[in-house]
């Protein structure tokens, strides 16, 4: 019998943690597939975070390494430049991200560093219970917010794809989402193209994947689908923001 498909190699047996409707699994299969079809599960390392994903390392079927809250580019910096050959990258959170980890990402990014971060982007803190994150939108309500987001005491929502694009040592950039077929496809491309990039020993690069919440959204997970799109979409609009390799090709 002709094998249609098949659970990707780059993943483990363990079950996971993750809440039902959350993206996370979702991700992981993504990158996992990337990384078997480009043939780099022997030559990759990976840095877990402080947040949902903690366990990542029970899941990617390669070589993984813990970091501190906040300090996984710091941690991916290190191996990239002690084991430059090596793939490496980064899976985090927002709130581990783009809070504590914000100077981390940014200096990173600046200095050019030649690895690949995978950003989740559900506007809330999951593991921790629900609270306001940097990426909260405006109005969202959540265990810190509870009559909902404001400007005038949280300001405005980070759009982290967009502000590290603008560093000239950044070499690609790009937002997605997995709410479906065709968004799962261009989510696919963007981390494929990543991982190139990094091969090919181009410059910082990133892919930030918008994601569902159920659990603190207090919604299903059809639902939470449905919210992605009409409300985190609107703020966060998908695409490549960056391509430095595209942009020199058509110079």
């Known amino acids: 019998m002709a094998i249609v498909y098949q659970k990707s190699k780059g993943l483990t047996d363990a079950e996971l943690h993750y809440c039902p409707g959350c993206n996370h699994g979702i991700i992981h299969k ?18 877990c975070p402080v947040g949902c994903s903690v366990f990542a390392y029970n899941y990617f079927n390669v070589d993984m390494q ?5 300090r996984a580019p710091a941690v991916a910096t290190a191996i ?15 709130g581990d991200l783009a809070s504590i980890g914000m100077a981390e990402i940014v200096h990173a990014a ?5 690895f690949t971060t995978i950003f989740v982007n559900n506007g809330i803190y999951g593991m921790t219970g629900g609270q306001m994150a940097p990426t909260t939108l405006v109005g ?8 909902g987001r404001t400007v005038t005491q949280a300001g405005m929502p980070i759009r982290m794809a967009e502000m590290l694009s603008t560093m000239d040592t950044v070499d690609y950039c790009a937002r997605v989402c997995v709410t479906d077929i065709p968004n799962l496809n261009k989510a696919k491309k963007a981390i494929r193209t990543a991982f190139e990039r990094q091969q090919e020993g181009r ?4 892919v930030e994947v918008l994601s ?10 059809i639902d939470s689908l449905h919210w992605l799109n009409d409300k985190m979409v609107a703020y966060y609009p998908l695409g490549v923001k960056k391509d430095k390799k ?3 090709e058509v110079k």
């Open 110 to 114: 600046m200095r050019g560093e030649k």
């Open 203 to 206: 410059g910082f690069n990133f």
């Open 246 to 248: 595209a942009e020199a």
């Open 66 to 70: 813990e970091a501190a809250h906040g």
């Open 80 to 94: 990239k430049r002690c084991r430059p050959d090596n793939t490496v990258f980064t899976y985090q959170g927002d």
């Open 140 to 147: 969202q309500k959540t265990t810190t917010s509870p009559m």
């Open 212 to 221: 569902t919440c159920p659990t603190n959204w207090g919604m299903s997970p």
């Open 30 to 47: 993504l990158v996992a597939e990337v990384l078997e079809e480009m043939g780099l599960l022997d030559n990759t390392i990976g840095v």
